[in-house]
């Protein structure tokens, strides 16, 4: 059901000055829709990585899959590498459809998450038009897979972190909402604020002119506990462990955190943390973020989910983390924010391998799925 919203959202996107607007002009448009009733948001997710953003990508077995549909999950979030969908090859489009109805008849709502490759995130910074040319390349593409799936059940995101400024990106997420509404009149389009899709960059940024949509943001704050030990870049959070949740600048843990990386002549990881604690880490600091989510949403009648939260499990200790994990989990349901935990079996997964139903970390299934809410 479509109505004529066209206007509305060409006289904003008239406003917006930014580099890379010809290719953007150049892409085509599309009707707004008006959804009949409010969306469903999906909840109790889980971030399945490595299936369908990569080349060789390893896909859970269906035991594992009938395992996290029994302890409780109804949701999972694909992230799908763009760059292996505009070659012209449709092998990857026949795989994607073929693992989302498997997903679908197990009973799991699944998001399509548009995650850009580190070639594809490059490009988005240094050659704008180049990289939303990608994008929307992979969005004309997948939109006829989608179009073929339950729009109950199947939720395209139209982009996982949108690396640039906000301007850009709402006339990009424009362009790329009315490509893939052009192909699916009736599915939930997802997405997010940039550059981080956190929760503190929703505020300013206006939704879609379509009723039917959810607003996603991520939330991993603060960075110095659930980030400790990471490895991936030579960020001062590679040299930070052992700090516990809940937690103050006086608990000794932490002072004994700053005191050794003072002794080693880190001053960079040390100040992060006095300046990441300059608020006290507790579960009532969490909550107060998912009120004022909550009051976005309110203010602009559009539904949320945060698609993405979690904890390193390199060298944090089990109790912090899984407090945390049942902190955030209770502060979005109390704020009727639906949510996915990321991720399901690397660096912040919940289980040992996707292949195998042993190794599954029931205390963290817990703190997703106790409580009122919880199963």
Known sequence: MERGLRSTMMSRRSALKLAGGSILAALPAAATTRAAVKPIVPSRGINLPGWFDRNDGVAPSEAVLEKLRGSGFQTIRLPINGDLLSTGDTSALHRIEAGVIDLNRL??????????????????????????????????????????????????????????????????????????????????LIWGP????????????????DDNQIAAIHFYSPTAFTHQCETWDASPLARISNLPFPATIETPLVQESIDTLRADGDEQAASLIEEQLTTPWTEEAIASEFVRLRR??????????????????????????????????????ANQVGWAYWELDQGFGIIQSRRSIEGFDNAMIAALMDGPDGG
């Open 107 to 188: 009973g799991f709502s699944v998001l399509l998450d548009m995650h850009p490759s580190e070639s594809l995130h490059t490009a988005l910074r240094q050659d704008f038009e180049a990289g939303s040319r990608r994008v929307a390349e992979a969005w004309t593409a997948l939109g006829v897979v989608v179009a073929n799936l339950p729009s109950e059940s199947v939720y395209p995101e139209l982009l996982n972190e949108p690396p640039m400024g906000s301007d850009a990106w709402l006339q990009l997420r424009d362009r790329l909402a009315e490509i893939v509404r052009s192909k699916c009149p009736n599915h939930t």
């Open 194 to 209: 940039s550059p981080s899709q956190g929760i503190w960059e929703i505020g300013e940024t206006p939704p879609l002119a």
């Open 296 to 333: 976005w949403s309110e203010t602009h009648d559009c539904p949320v989910m945060m698609n993405e939260f979690g904890v390193l499990n390199f060298c944090v200790d089990a109790e912090s983390r899984r407090f945390w994990v049942r902190a955030v989990r209770q502060a979005a349901e």
